[in-house]
C-alpha cells in the first residue's frame, strides 16, 4: 500500500514537473528528441509510400501488407517476452541493483535467441501452408509472395533478438540514439526505394531482400551502441532461473493481450483478404500507414514518460506516478487531436495530395481509425502503468484483453452472416476500444489508489472541452461549403488546425502551463 502525501492535490504544471528534480528535464529533452525523429520520418516515409505504391502496384503492394502481417501474428508469442523485457530492465535501474540488472540482460538476450529460432521455424512452416492453401493471390504472383515470406520471417527473427539492447536504451532514455538510427533507417528505405522503381528485377522480391538488409544494418548499429554505452549489456550466454520464472510469469500473462492486439490487427487483414481480397488490403495499409505516422506523435511523448512512470513506481512514489499519468494523457491527446482532426474532415484531399489514385475505402478507414486511436490515446498513461510499472497483470490481461480479443470473432460472423461492407470491421472494434476502456479503469484504480474523480478533473473534463470547442465551428462549415473544391478542403483543413490549437491553448492548458510555454519561446526567439 502507497501512502501519498496530502500536499500538491491540484494539477501539476509544466514547468513544475520539469523543475522536479526526479528526472522531468529528462522527459521534455527526449520528447524533444523523439518528435525531431517523428516530424523527420513522417515527410520521408510518406514519400517513401507513394514510390512504394507506384512500383510495386495495387496488389503487390496488399500482398506484402498481407504477408508481413500474417508473419508479425507470430509476434504474439515473443512480444509478450520483449514487455516483460523492458518492464524488467527499467524496473532494475529505477532499484539501482547493477548486478541484478547484468542477470536481466543477458537472461533476456539468451531468451530470445532461442525464442527467434523456434518461431522462425514455426512461422515458416504455417506460413507456407497459409500462402498457398488460404490466401486470395494471382497465380503468376504466389512465387514473388513465397519469397516475401521468406524475408519477412528472417527480418522478424532478426527484430526479436534486437529487442533486449532496445529496452535498455529505452530504459536509459537515450531517445537521441532512436532519433539519429531512425534517420538512417528511412533515409535509407528511401534509396532502396530508388533501385526498387529502376530495378528490371521482381519488384515484390527485391524490396523484401532488401529489407531484410537493412534490418541487419540496424541490428548492428544499436548492438554497437549499446555494448559501447551501458555496462550491463556485457552479454554471456547464461539463464538466471528465478529471473526466468519471473520474466516467464510476466510474459505469460502478457501474451493475452498481444494475442488480441494481433487479432485486431493483423487477424482482421487477414479477414478482409479472404472476404475482399488484396485492393481492400491495399486500403487498409495505406491506413495503417496514416495511423502509424500521427498515433507516433503522441507515442513518442509516451515513450519519454514511461521510464519515468516505472522509475517512479520502483521508488513508491505513487503521487508522481499519478501526475505523469495525467500529463500524459492530456498531452498525447492534444497532439494528435491537432494532427488528425484535419485529416479526419478532409482524408479524401490529404490521399490526392499524398498518392494521385488510391483504393477504394481508404478514406473511409483513415477517419474510423484515427478517429479510435483519438479516443484510444487518452488512456496512454493508464495502460503503461498496468502493464509495465505495477506487474500486476494477471486480471488486466485477462478482461481488458478478453475484450479486445473478441473483436476477431466478431467481425468475422458479421462479414460471413451479413455481407457487410469492409468498415464493419472498424465499427466493431470502436465499440470493443470503448467497454476496454471502462474495464480498464476499474481495473486500474485500485492497482494505483487512484481517484477516478482527480482522474476526471485533471484529464476527461480537460479534453471533453477542448474537443467540443475544436470541432463545432469546423464540422458546421464541412457541411455548408462545397465538398469538390479543392481551395476549399485546404482552408477547412486549415481551419481544424487553428481551432484544434486555440482549444488547447484557451481550454486545455493551464495558467501556469502557458505562461511556461511563452517563456519557452521568448527564450528560443532571444537566442
Known sequence: MFVIKEKQVGRLSLKELLMEPTGNKAIARNTMFMYFRMIFVLVIALFTSRINLQSLGVVDYGIYGVVGGFVAMFAIFSNSLSAAISRFIAFELGKGDSDRLKRVFSTSVTIQILVAIILMLFAELVGYWFLHNKMVLPNDRVYAATWALHCSVLSFGINLISVPYNATIVAHEKMNVFAYISIYEVVAKLALCYFLFVSPIDRL????????????????????????HFEECKY?????????????GFAGWSMIGLVALTCYTQGLNMVLNVFFGPIVNAARSISDQVQNAIQGFSTNLQVAINPQIIKSYANDDIHRVHELIFMGSRYCFFLLLLLSFPIILEAPLVLKLWLGEYPEHTDNFIRLILTIVLFDSSFGGLVSTAQTATGKIKLYQIVVGGIMLSILPI?????KIWHTVPETVYYVYAGAVVCAHIARMLIIRPMINLSLRKYAREVVLPIALVLVCATIFPIALYFIL???????????????FVCSALSIWFVGLSKHEKQFAVSKVKSILHK
Not at 523484401?208 to 548492428?220: D, G, N, T, Y
Open 205 to 228: 522480391i527485391l524490396w523484401a531482400v532488401m529489407l531484410v538488409v537493412l534490418q541487419i544494418s540496424i541490428r548492428l548499429i544499436y548492438g554497437f551502441y549499446c555494448g559501447r
Open 236 to 248: 554471456k550466454p547464461i539463464i538466471d532461473r528465478d529471473l526466468f520464472k519471473e520474466i516467464s
Open 411 to 415: 467481425s468475422y460472423l458479421i462479414l
Open 482 to 496: 462545397p465538398n469538390d473544391n479543392i481551395a476549399v478542403s485546404i482552408a477547412l483543413a486549415g481551419c481544424c
